[in-house]
T-cell receptor
Framework: QKEVEQDPGPLSVPEGAIVSLNCTYS??????FMWYRQYSRKGPELLMY????GNKEDGRFTAQVDKSSKYISLFIRDSQPSDSATYLC??????????FGAGTRLFVKA | DAGVIQSPRHEVTEMGQEVTLRCKPI?????LFWYRQTMMRGLELLIY????????DSGMPEDRFSAKMPNASFSTLKIQPSEPRDSAVYFC??????????????FGEGSRLTVL
């Protein structure tokens, strides 16, 4: 079993839809939780991070962490064609070892 | 700062040849990570360094892979001998961890390796 599980998709939605992306993890040593966005032929870039259970909002993006269930989510409201990318969850241990999910490919159609 | 710089951007080589990938991290960063990305396996952590010292190399697939960080501004990932299954995009990332830092990884543009 992988330490981090993420559905690779692809996920195709119409413009304006609410998008829900999810990851599960098995390692209780993970302390920090992040979401990265990767455009084609580019390196991933940090989108959001959180250190604790609960919700964190940044504009159209909301990150949710449930440590008891070992489950994290990213919600995108009013999705735009420019949101089309691969979204990777990332888990970080106390020693800063950073493990990524497989990434979910998202397509937002105009 | 120019960001994380990787070279070469593209490499095409034949099976059995030695491949060396290079990375210059962001100045002042104390962690450096090497990842490999494929469609089948996603973004896999190969090895990471803290202050030039390897901390965890459990992701290095086999003895054909080796990584070094001789100083704070340079790291290499070497594959010898290369095999077709090594074809992937190899990413280097650096970070400044601890304190009030978020632990964000800053990635280079990647080195796309094709082994024929």
């Amino acid at each position: 079993q992988k330490e981090v599980e993420q559905d690779p998709g692809p996920l195709s939605v119409p413009e304006g839809a609410i998008v829900s992306l999810n990851c599960t993890y098995s390692n209780s040593a993970f302390q920090y939780f992040m979401w990265y966005r990767q455009y084609s032929r580019k390196g991933p870039e940090l989108l959001m991070y959180t250190y604790s259970s609960g919700n964190k909002e940044d504009g159209r993006f909301t990150a949710q962490v449930d440590k008891s269930s070992k489950y994290i989510s990213l919600f995108i409201r009013d999705s735009q064609p420019s949101d089309s990318a691969t979204y990777l969850c990332a888990m970080v241990t106390g020693g800063f070892k950073t493990i990524f999910g497989a990434g979910t490919r998202l397509f937002v159609k105009a | 700062d120019a960001g994380v710089i990787q070279s070469p951007r593209h490499e095409v080589t034949e099976m059995g040849q030695e491949v060396t990938l290079r990375c210059k991290p962001i100045s002042g960063h104390d962690y450096l990570f090497w990842y490999r990305q494929t469609m089948m396996r996603g973004l896999e952590l190969l090895i990471y360094f803290n202050n030039n010292v390897p901390i965890d190399d459990s992701g290095m697939p086999e003895d054909r892979f080796s990584a070094k960080m001789p100083n704070a501004s340079f790291s290499t990932l070497k594959i010898q001998p290369s095999e077709p299954r090594d074809s992937a995009v190899y990413f280097c990332a650096s970070s400044l961890m601890g304190g009030s830092n978020t632990g964000e990884l800053f990635f280079g543009e990647g080195s796309r390796l094709t082994v024929l």
